[in-house]
């Protein structure tokens, strides 16, 4: 059940992934998506950092290096305020599935360690809705970083951690920056009851363990139109050549 | 001197225990009592006194300050997003130009503050608690003047100043198609949260139905108290400190990546 912060349920589901850069996540969370509308529900998706509104103000900190541990937590929560308030909310209240890659945690992760009271950054986030599963998809370390570094990729500012000092050295910052975040998701896991998804398991074991936990608790969620269209074509022998204008997502079953 | 003293958890990475040299000075109110006037007669008063100012206001950091203008030019900026839109402008205010100001002996002058944006959300409905938590990372200022007027005074002036404006009629969530109504339901209500706000955080309560002159004699009577012990600085010389404190740091801000 998602929840508000009152406690008031919601008829909606919220299933958000969390993990340090290199866990898998998005990967899994993309497999979930394609299934979950593969079984005809309704399902919208919202990702971390991506409110029209918000971002290019984060984006303009980042680039012109503006941001302090504060007002980077800060930008962040403006993002995730929008992206509940016009997109996750909405949905769950019409009892839709809400497919969250990176939530709350993440800013808790981040923000504190990057010297950010964690008292105050839970305050800050007092009104997001509590997700009905919260997946942790947990990798050691070196795991990660060998998943990440090995294409010896260009590290960014903030990603880096490098607004924090903690080394000169790009890479070596980003991992002394990971490490302290990933201490902070252990804690976690029992301070929010988050599900721990082991991510060196094989792709494909994981998305079976995500769909067990999750199958359970579908129930009454909103199930979308199967596409109408579709007998519209097969009844009159058309291709339907400009549906692709009109359909957001032309998915074949 | 402008004691270290927050509203709550203060600012990370701020480790500053001895108090700043510069005073801290707010002036809030609603929409068209006078703020804006007064700031720019103190300013020039205070410089006049030998003493270096920086003003700052709302809306105007470099970081956040065009993102919201544009967020409230369109319909879809919903009220928890705009509250943290308006924190990170804060934020970034603080400790780009009012602390560092602080720290090299200016006086900053502010038109609004925390204040003003925690009256806006209260009366929109927004949970009391959670506003107030967010500020916990403000300072806590030397002095705030609440300059205050009622309705029937607010109403001319804002029409001779650019009219009712969308926002601050209320027009985003009352249910009035008239913007006149609206913003004469808005601002009974933000007056009596403002009134309510006043109290709480101990304000400086200035009548602002009198003439411009009366307010400004009664403001530059207060702030005189403020700057008392205060040794007065060149706007030349605070600069000089500022631009200082801002080479040192940085080095740690070129840092190549």
């Known amino acids: 059940m998602a929840q508000l912060p009152d406690g008031r349920a919601l008829p909606g589901k919220l299933f958000i992934v969390e993990g340090i850069d290199g866990s898998g996540k998005s990967t899994q969370l993309d497999l979930l998506r394609k299934w979950l509308i593969g079984q005809g529900y309704c399902v919208a998706f919202s990702e971390w950092n991506s409110s029209p509104l918000v971002k290019a103000t984060t984006k303009r900190g980042k680039k012109k290096r503006l941001l302090t541990p504060t007002s980077f937590s800060l930008i962040h929560a403006a993002d995730f305020a929008d992206r509940l308030e016009r997109q996750i909310l909405p949905a769950l209240k019409a009892g839709a599935i809400v497919l969250a890659d990176r939530y709350i945690y993440t800013a808790f992760g981040r923000d504190v360690a990057r010297g950010v009271s964690p008292t105050w950054v839970r305050k800050v986030y007092a009104f997001a809705v509590k997700p009905t599963v919260a997946f942790y998809f947990r990798v050691p370390l070196e795991e990660s970083l060998r998943r990440i570094l090995s294409g010896r990729p260009k590290l960014k500012y903030y990603e880096a951690g490098m607004d924090i000092g903690l080394s000169d050295d790009p890479y070596e910052s980003f991992s002394l920056f990971q490490s302290r975040i990933l201490e902070e998701y252990d804690k976690m896991v029992d301070e929010f009851g988050l599900t721990v998804v082991d991510a060196t398991l094989p792709l494909v074991k994981q998305q079976e363990i995500v769909r067990e936990i999750i199958t359970p608790l579908l129930g009454g969620a909103l199930r979308a139109e199967p596409s109408a269209w579709r007998e519209v074509l097969a009844a009159e022998s058309v291709y339907g050549r400009y549906l692709d204008e009109v359909l957001p997502e032309r998915s074949e079953p | ?257």
């Open chain 2, 1 to 257: 001197m402008t004691e270290i003293r927050f509203y709550g958890e203060g600012l990370a990475g701020f480790t500053r225990t001895e108090p700043l040299p510069g005073r801290f000075i707010v002036l809030e109110g609603t929409d068209g009592v006078g703020r804006s006037t007064q700031i720019a007669l103190l300013r020039e008063w205070i410089e006049s006194k030998g003493y270096a100012v920086r003003s700052t206001g709302l809306k105007r950091s470099e970081l956040a300050g065009r993102g919201i203008k544009e967020a409230m030019r369109g319909h879809t900026l919903g009220l928890l997003t705009a509250n943290l839109f308006y924190a990170t402008d804060m934020v970034d205010r603080l400790e780009k130009v009012i602390i560092p100001a602080l720290r090299a002996g200016f006086v900053v002058l502010t038109d609004r503050y925390i204040y003003s944006i925690i009256a806006r959300a209260l009366v929109r409905g927004v949970d009391p608690t959670w506003i107030r938590d967010i500020f916990g990372f403000a300072l806590i200022p030397d002095a705030v003047f609440y300059l205050h007027a009622d309705l029937p005074h607010l109403i001319p002036r804002v029409l001779n100043a650019r009219g009712f404006d969308y926002w601050e009629s209320g027009m985003d969530f009352l249910p009035y198609r008239d913007y006149y109504d609206a913003f004469v339901e808005y601002q009974t209500r933000l007056l009596a949260q403002f009134d309510a706000i006043a109290e709480e955080y101990s304000f400086c309560h200035i009548d602002a139905t009198q003439s411009i002159r009366h307010v400004f004699q009664k403001l530059t009577a207060e702030i005189e108290k403020v700057l008392a012990d205060m040794r007065p600085i060149s706007p030349h010389e605070a600069q000089k400190e500022l631009d200082e404190a801002q080479a040192q740091s940085l080095p740690t801000k070129r840092k190549s990546v």
